[in-house]
């Protein structure tokens, strides 16, 4: 079973910048899909960026200002979030999906069984 915690989230100003991170525990990261994804209060939880198993293919809603990486080496994803914007604002979710052995990106919320807490972005104006 694998574990999955965010980290990085806080109160920043718009316009600045913010890394998530998530780590992953009980099986090596390599094996999985993942994503971040992102849900306001009161809407549905939405898609921000995803990334193969290999780190080679990704994908992002916004891809000027969000950067997904990962470093299986380490277990970790990252979200590097740039010009933040008030309607950032929002919990974030780290996703995990078995997928080997493909190397494929998915961006919906049913493609994905695994899930972080969240971590909480705000950003104030």
């Known amino acids: 079973q694998v574990q999955l915690q965010e980290s990085g989230g806080g109160l920043v100003q718009v316009g600045d910048s913010l890394r998530l991170s998530c780590t992953i525990s009980?099986?090596?990261?390599?094996?999985?899909?993942m994503a971040w994804f992102r849900q306001a209060p009161g809407r549905e939880r939405e898609h921000v960026a995803s990334?193969?198993?290999?780190?080679?293919n990704s994908a992002a809603a916004d891809s000027v200002r969000f950067l997904i990486s990962r470093d299986n080496s380490k277990n970790t994803l990252h979200l590097q979030m740039n010009s933040l914007k008030s309607e950032d604002t929002a919990v974030y979710y780290c996703?995990?999906?078995?997928?080997?052995?493909?190397?494929?990106?998915?961006?919906?919320?049913?493609?994905?069984?695994?899930w972080g807490q969240g971590t909480q972005v705000t950003v104030s104006s």
């Open positions: 996703a995990a999906r078995d997928d080997f052995p493909g190397n494929h990106v998915y961006s919906r919320v049913s493609d994905y069984r695994y």
């Open positions: 009980g099986r090596s990261s390599n094996n999985y899909a």
């Open positions: 990334i193969s198993r290999s780190g080679y």
